[in-house]
T-cell receptor, first 111, second 112 residues
Framework: DVKVTQSSRYLVKRTGEKVFLECVQD?????MFWYRQDPGLGLRLIYF???????EKGDIPEGYSVSREKKERFSLILESASTNQTSMYLC??????????FGQGTRLTVV | AQSVTQPDIHITVSEGASLELRCNYS??????LFWYVQSPGQGLQLLLK??????LVQGIKGFEAEFKRSQSSFNLRKPSVHWSDAAEYFC??????????FGAGTRLTVKP
């Protein structure tokens, strides 16, 4: 089975901190994604990557950056966390025909 | 604007009753279509997918969905709902640039 692992289930950070969310997949997928999930808004795409060192902005990239130095790992970085970035963050990977596999999610609270 | 619409934010059905969750999309070409389910505090699990061919697709857990090109719809159905089906359901479309877009979700409550 495909496994997508997010490094933390729950995180609490202070305003202004630099935050790293890590995601690792074990199926050699080309594509990896970071989504943000908020009630009533569904999943919104922050960034995606279709290859090592490649990245594309999604719908809401402001305040975020990403890094993909290895194929299996895709990191989301909050350069200076703010309270409006409190949310559930979901990582996904895909290969054939966009069928995405998701991690368990990281619930981030910024205080 | 291009979008994925799930008109029902919350649906309540009785256990054993039938279920239909609606999904409409507004993209030019027929995209790849998916339904995902999310249990509380969990990630998303793929229920079923449509790429081409037979417009009625079967998925896991007894779910099925029908693609109707004329209506730009991909509604999810289940003939008899179980209490364990209570969850949030997301419709999604796969676009040409390795991108996937999701609807806002429909939360399903199952009454005993």
């Amino acid at each position: 089975d495909v496994k997508v692992t997010q490094s933390s289930r729950y995180l609490v950070k202070r305003t202004g901190e630099k935050v790293f969310l890590e995601c690792v997949q074990d199926m050699d997928h080309e594509n990896m994604f970071w989504y943000r999930q908020d009630p009533g808004l569904g999943l919104r795409l922050i960034y995606f990557s279709y290859d090592v060192k490649m990245k594309e902005k999604g719908d809401i990239p402001e305040g975020y950056s990403v890094s993909r130095e290895k194929k299996e790992r895709f990191s989301l970085i909050l350069e200076s966390a703010s309270t409006n970035q409190t949310s559930m963050y979901l990582c996904a990977s895909s290969s054939f025909r966009f069928e995405s596999f998701f991690g368990q999610g990281t619930r981030l609270t910024v205080v | 604007a291009q979008s994925v619409t799930q008109p029902d934010i919350h649906i309540t059905v009785s256990e054993g009753a039938s279920l239909e969750l609606r999904c409409n999309y507004s993209y030019g070409a027929t995209p790849y279509l998916f339904w995902y389910v999310q249990s509380p505090g969990q990630g998303l699990q793929l229920l079923l997918k449509y790429f081409s061919g037979d417009t009625l697709v079967q998925g896991i857990k007894g779910f099925e969905a029908e693609f109707k090109r004329s209506q730009s719809s991909f509604n999810l159905r289940k003939p008899s709902v179980h209490w364990s089906d209570a969850a949030e359901y997301f419709c999604a479309v796969g676009l040409n640039n390795n991108d996937m877009r999701f609807g806002a979700g429909t939360r399903l409550t199952v009454k005993p």
